[in-house]
C-alpha cells in the first residue's frame, strides 16, 4: 500500500485561495515584476500532461509588441463595431499593466491535441492561482484577435505547429469581482 503524501498546505487555506481567484478586469497602473510571472510559469509547468508532453509556451509580450497588439484589437473592434469600439477597445487594453500569451503545441494525433490543450488549461489555472495567491490578477481571454492570424505574426507563432490557447492580463487588481457558484448539489450526479 503506498502513503499518502505529506500535506505541505493547509487545506482550507490552499480551498480559499482556489475559491477566492477571480478574473480582473481593472487593474492598478503599476506593473508587477516580471520575475512573479517567471515564478508561476516554473510552477504552471508542473500541470498534469499525458505523456509528459509538456505542450506549453509562454510567450512574454514587451512593449513593441504590447503596442502592436493594442493596435490589431483596436481594428479588429473598429471593423466590426465602428471606430468608436475601437478606441474603446485601445483604452482598455492600454491600462492594462502586462499581457503574456500561451500556446499548445500542435499535434497530428487529434487526440494527444486535445490533451495538450487541456494540459495547457491546467497550467494556466496554476499559473493563475500562484499569481493570485501572491496578490496578483489576471484576465484569460480567448477573443476574437487570438484568432486572427496578425496575432500569430506579431507574437512569432507558427499557427501550424502552435495553437493560442489565450491572452492573459495581470496586474494588480483594482476591483476584486464578487461571485457565487451553483451548490455541489446542482452539479453531481450520481450513478449506482
Known sequence: MSEQPEATVDAAAFA?????????????????GVEVLLEAIDVARWAPNHRLTEPWRFYLVGMNTRHALIDLAAELDAAKKGERAGEARRA????IPAFFVLTSRRSDDSLLDREDYAACCCAA???????????????WTTGGVT???????????????EVVVGFFWYGLPKVVPTQKRRPVADIVVERP
Do not use: C, H
Not at 489555472?125 to 484576465?139: A, D, F, H, P, S
Open 16 to 32: 480559499a485561495v482556489l475559491e477566492g481567484r477571480r478574473s480582473i478586469d481593472l487593474f492598478q497602473p503599476e506593473p508587477v
Open 92 to 95: 482598455r487594453l492600454t491600462a
Open 125 to 139: 489555472q496554476n499559473l493563475m492561482l500562484v499569481l493570485w495567491q501572491r496578490g496578483v490578477g489576471v484576465k
Open 147 to 161: 484568432r486572427d492570424s496578425r496575432f500569430y505574426e506579431l507574437l512569432g507563432i507558427d499557427a501550424a505547429k
